[in-house]
């Protein structure tokens, strides 16, 4: 892991491997010595409000499958892996825009070749955030989806089938499902 140097004429090539519309960012940072404390109490003691606003960011975006956060190696260690859709610049171009990014601060400035010590709060610039991440990133030997589609039409499908056992609830239901043309719905609903 080589250590970040800040260079604003330099954008690194982008890491990850993709699976049809979506793409893995695993990032792995070295703790700063004795810091594992301050690490977990930003995790575990982040105000409601907080959470609240990173909650409304991600459902804003829609492309993030998952994140995690992970102190390893005895707490020297630090992954963020996270799975989204689409590509790794507009990702996180949206999530600059929005708390999620800020809040990264707070635990990052506890890791080694965070460049944003002794700067104030908003210091860093999108472009350094994305340099400092890129450097400390590995791509994943391997990468898959076990269902495919992005997170939108995850979010629809789920709608429809709410959607649909709403009908299949209501009163009317058995006389309108002897439609022929709703027996391949019916057979994938019976499964």
């Given amino acids: 892991m080589s250590e970040y140097k800040y260079d604003p004429n330099v954008t690194s090539p982008r890491k990850g491997k993709s699976d ?24 575990d003691n982040m105000p409601p409000d907080q959470k609240a606003a990173n909650a409304k960011a991600i459902t804003h975006f829609g492309t993030l499958h998952n994140a995690r956060y992970v102190l390893f190696d005895n707490g020297t260690r630090l992954l963020i892996a996270t799975t989204f859709d689409g590509d790794w610049d507009v990702y996180i171009d949206d999530f600059s825009t929005s708390a999620v990014l800020d ?23 999108v472009h350094e955030i994305k ?5 400390n990133q590995v791509t994943a030997s391997d990468f898959l989806m076990v269902y495919p589609g992005t997170v939108q039409e995850i ?11 709403q009908v299949l609830d209501g009163p009317d239901a058995a ?10 719905l019916l057979k994938e609903a019976a499964d």
Avoid at 29 to 37: F, M, S, T
Avoid at 38 to 43: G, N, T
Avoid at 110 to 124: F, I, N, S, V
């Fill in 175 to 184: 006389e309108a499902l002897q439609h022929p043309a709703l027996k391949p």
């Fill in 20 to 43: 049809g519309p979506v793409s893995e960012l695993s990032v792995f940072l070295k703790v700063k010595p004795g810091h594992e404390r301050a690490i977990r109490e930003v995790f």
């Fill in 103 to 125: 809040g990264w601060d707070d635990f990052l400035l506890h890791c080694e070749g965070y460049p944003d010590e002794g700067k104030d709060k908003a210091g860093m610039s």
């Fill in 131 to 135: 340099e400092f991440l890129t450097v």
């Fill in 155 to 165: 979010l629809k499908a789920q709608r429809v089938q709410t959607a649909f056992q």
